[in-house]
Nanobody, 123 residues
Framework: QVQLVESGGGLVQAGGSLRLSCAASGRSFSLYSLGWFRQAPGKEREFAAGINWSVGVDYADSVKGRFTVSRDNAKNTVYLQMNNLKPEDTAVYYC?????????????????WGQGTQVTVSS
């Protein structure tokens, strides 16, 4: 069983930056693939970024060049650095985990989910 707790959300002006963190409990964190998803009001949840167990990464086209996903296995934590934020990035951001896998951009593959953290970008 893995528990995920996100932090780092908040209110920021357009063009600003935030770094989200997701701390995981449980063992063998280094073997898990981690994803960041987001859900805006009235919209479906969508993939933002992911990093697999072998440190391969994937990004949604909408965040490429602005967001960076990374992990620190010693701290059981995955990060999402978000730069040049836009109002359309406003959403609740969730981290998710699954043992193994190289598929990062589908929410169907993930077994564990955090509670989410709100990111609001003002224009």
């Amino acid at each position: 069983q893995v528990q995920l707790v996100e932090s780092g959300g908040g209110l920021v002006q357009a063009g600003g930056s935030l770094r989200l963190s997701c701390a995981a409990s449980g063992r063998s964190f280094s073997l898990y693939s981690l994803g960041w998803f987001r859900q805006a009001p009235g919209k479906e949840r969508e993939f933002a970024a992911g990093i697999n167990w072998s440190v391969g990464v994937d990004y949604a086209d909408s965040v490429k060049g602005r967001f960076t996903v990374s992990r620190d296995n010693a701290k059981n934590t995955v990060y999402l650095q978000m730069n040049n934020l836009k109002p359309e990035d406003t959403a609740v951001y969730y981290c998710a985990a699954v043992l193994g896998t190289s598929t990062l951009n589908s929410d169907r593959v993930y077994d564990y989910w955090g509670q989410g953290t709100q990111v609001t970008v003002s224009s």
